[in-house]
């Protein structure tokens, strides 16, 4: 995926997943246009691997390409650390 068009979200309800959301949480989000069109994003989870979540679990948000940035790097390096 081009780095411009990485897209994050926060989890704003957690309800049937409390032990893989975290709410008010900044989850990366992979594109999937089948998912989306079923309703759902596939979202980097807190076991760090993606899974499919109801979209109105999470806001999409567009942060300021400052914070995109500082986003895209400190997933990098949670990324190098589970390796």
């Known amino acids: 995926m081009a780095k411009g ?3 994050f979200a ?4 957690n309800t049937d997943y409390p032990a893989s959301l975290e709410l008010r949480k900044i989850y990366r ?7 989306e ?3 759902d994003l596939r979202v980097v989870d ?3 691997e993606d899974y499919l979540y109801p979209a109105d679990y999470f806001v999409v948000v567009d942060f300021p ?3 995109l940035r500082a ?3 400190s997933f990098e390096r949670d990324a190098g650390q589970a390796r």
């Open 5 to 7: 068009s990485q897209k």
């Open 71 to 73: 986003l895209r790097k």
């Open 10 to 13: 926060v989890c704003v309800d």
């Open 46 to 48: 807190e076991s760090g």
């Open 29 to 35: 989000v992979l594109p999937d246009q089948d998912a």
């Open 37 to 39: 069109q079923d309703g």
């Open 65 to 67: 390409p400052l914070a």
